[in-house]
């Protein structure tokens, strides 16, 4: 007999199975789907939830096992029947779906109307407003963009962007991505070439063009720029994660930026010198062998259909699947119908097929789609496991900035961030700190969450 049932049968608890009294819409979360039954009082002073009958992705599978959650973390079940004698208070049917952390979107620029790098008198309502609409998709943090924009812009913009916890609110904020204007000009995309800039003076250019680097998780630059090695080396002293990007960069000079302390490249084969068997630039960190010992280099994917062809997606997959991160890119027309929208400085037209382009032009600039759309087309494309095409938008995201002790994964301890899907991994249900924000049914959930520690 296992531990696990042991506990269960010395506990004792004079009630059904939830099966059969469950009842809906009953319990903190006032769900219309599930199946929900309170126990007996518990010993533990907080309330203890366990859902069952589902099957959660732990260690690379999905396995048939109970999540157990207390004050916002995920709980381990031995410690509790074991050292506290303790039990749940509330157990909810999962219904057979499956549990999987939420995902973890590290570029977007916006959405719902939204720009971040550009809606300057209303920062602060409209993250509220983008992390409000990504809980319907399944993501529950994500790192706001900010593209090539006037010195004077970022100064405005970036001091108001402050880390915040997810809640019922919205998906919590991570930190700032900064994609510009530290970049080239051949491979500038969509962003404006009148606002690019060199690094003349090296780390003076950097604080004159930004003003503050405070909550700044993520950087990308292009890496052939003078003096990038150094800049590099002095973001990665100071926590930031330094992604290579909007570059034409040579392999030699995209392996000195790792050297320096890069670690990440951003959205992969978008924007960069195209792949050649001679020098294959910075496509071929996916394979290089000069990647320092102990290092994961990670690079990001759209995954949208458009920006990346399905074989593409397919070699980059297989080359190095371990650091395969998805991203959106999405710009604010995310959830919003074709028309014109603004991104930073520039007009985009969304054209009936999904494409988000310049105005006037072909070029492409950024996407419109989410997350959980992220996933399914990954899977599809690759053929690669569920388990995969997850971790590729949870776990993998969370090791890329360092935080996957406390997110990307329903380890124990960690924060009890987490989706229910069905089999074709559509969202049925957004959780954070264990509290029900959105679901399928009812939609957004107000209510106060419980407070968990803020990520550092």
Not at 162 to 180: M, P
Not at 256 to 270: P, Q, S
């Amino acid at each position: 007999m296992s531990r696990q049932k042991s506990s269960a049968s010395s506990s004792k608890r004079k009630c059904q199975d939830d099966t059969e009294t469950g009842s809906k819409g009953r319990g903190p979360w006032s769900a219309t789907v599930y199946g929900y039954l309170e126990m007996p009082s518990n010993r533990s002073a907080s309330t203890i939830y366990q859902f069952h009958n589902c099957r959660i992705l732990k260690d690379g599978k999905l396995q048939r096992e109970d999540l157990w959650i207390r004050d916002g973390k995920i709980l381990n079940p031995e410690k509790l029947f074991f050292d506290e004698k303790g039990y749940a208070d509330v157990r909810i049917d999962c219904k057979n779906l499956l549990i999987a952390p939420g995902y973890i979107d590290v570029q977007i620029n916006g959405g719902f109307g939204v720009d971040f790098s550009s809606d300057v008198d209303n920062v602060e309502q409209g993250l509220s407003k983008v992390a409000k609409g990504l809980l319907a998709y399944g993501c529950t943090s994500f790192c706001p963009t900010i593209v090539t924009s006037p010195p004077e812009i970022y100064k405005q913009i970036l001091p108001r962007i402050k880390l915040r916890d997810g809640s019922s609110e919205g998906a919590g904020v991570l930190g700032i991505h900064i994609e510009g204007p530290f970049i080239s000009k051949d491979k500038k995309g969509a962003h404006p070439e009148r606002y690019l800039r060199k690094l003349h003076q090296g780390w003076a250019d950097v604080m004159s063009t930004y003003g503050t680097l405070d909550n700044v998780r993520l950087f990308t630059i292009a890496p052939e720029l003078e003096r990038s090695c150094d800049i590099i080396s002095q973001l990665a002293k100071r926590d930031i994660k330094v992604s290579v990007g909007h570059s034409s960069a040579n392999l030699s000079q995209a392996e000195a930026a790792v050297k320096a302390g890069a670690t990440c490249i951003t959205h992969l084969f978008n924007a960069m010198g195209p792949f050649h068997h001679r020098d294959p630039g910075i496509v071929g960190l996916l394979t290089s062998h000069k990647i320092p010992p102990g290092v994961t280099l990670f690079y990001g994917m759209i995954a949208d259909g458009i920006h990346t062809d399905p074989a593409a997606l397919r070699i980059a997959y297989r080359a190095h699947p371990q650091g395969l991160v998805l991203i959106t890119d999405a710009i604010n027309a995310m959830g919003y119908p074709i028309g014109t929208h603004k991104i930073g400085q520039a007009e985009v037209d969304v054209t009936p097929d999904g494409r988000a382009c310049v105005s006037g032009t072909n070029t492409l600039c950024g996407s419109i789609v989410t997350m959980d759309k992220c996933v399914r087309h990954f899977l599809e494309a690759t053929n690669c496991s569920v388990e995969e095409a997850l971790e590729a938008g949870t776990l993998h995201p969370a090791q890329m900035l360092g935080i996957a002790a406390q997110k990307g994964t329903l380890d124990y301890n960690s924060d009890a961030d987490f989706i229910l899907l069905d089999d074709e991994l559509n969202v049925q249900a957004t959780y954070i700190a264990g509290e029900l924000v959105w679901d399928v049914v009812t939609g957004s959930h107000d209510k106060r969450v419980v407070h968990r520690k803020s990520i550092s």
